[in-house]
């Protein structure tokens, strides 16, 4: 997985490259979501589509609606069919949208997007979109969508609750369990921590 910027990166055509080389059984995503952080699509790269990025590699690509949970489904079972059948690669691009920042570190989408573009990709909100979906076969409904929320509700209750009570790991118990042999410098921490915690 990786994103539209990713797709840009020098790692990324290695790895397409050496899958379709090796005819690796790998299923590439690209979730093109529109902005690598703040960079639009159009700016960072000159290729139409980013799925057509496999073609120089020589590997099937597709490009699928991002926002429409079946025709991503369908294109990963096939890739993936392809891939367990020894008929390697396949590069997927979901052409979707992301809402909101891209971090909370300083990131504000209003200085490259506008309300009008958010406005009109909120229209295609895959969750709004499979919900109707199900609903208009009769699998789905409101009074099962309340049941679902408050069920999870209680089980994140529940989590939090086993997880407040369970003992608090200490320094010691960390550094313990990362190495099967400790290394000398960690050795000499963990004596370190180990005094402090018998104080």
Not at 68 to 90: C, H, K, S
Not at 132 to 157: C, H, M, P, Q
Request: charged fraction near 30%; charge should be negative.
């Amino acid at each position: 997985y990786t994103g539209d910027g990713g797709s840009s990166q020098g790692d990324f055509y290695e790895g397409i490259n050496f899958a379709g080389a090796f005819k690796a059984p790998a299923i590439f995503i690209v979730q093109n979501n529109q902005y690598a952080i703040s960079t639009p699509r159009d700016v960072q790269t000159a290729a139409k589509t980013i799925a057509q990025k496999g073609i120089a590699a020589g590997i099937p690509c597709i490009q699928v609606d991002g926002m429409d949970a079946l025709a991503v489904y369908v294109a990963t079972r096939d890739a993936r069919e392809r891939a367990i059948n020894g008929e390697g690669p396949t590069l997927i691009e979901t052409v979707c949208y992301r809402y909101g920042p891209h971090t909370m570190s300083g990131d504000d989408p209003t200085r490259y997007r506008t309300t009008d573009i958010d406005n009109e990709w909120a229209a295609k909100d895959p969750i709004v979109r499979f919900r109707n979906y199900l609903e208009g076969k009769g699998l789905w409904s409101e009074a099962k969508e309340t049941e679902v929320i408050e069920r999870a509700k209680d089980e994140i209750k529940e989590a939090i609750k086993k997880a407040d009570e369970a003992p608090k790991q200490k320094v010691t118990d960390l550094i313990s369990n990362m190495y099967e042999e400790m290394p000398q410098n960690l050795q000499e921490q963990y004596e370190i921590y180990k005094a402090k915690e018998s104080k």
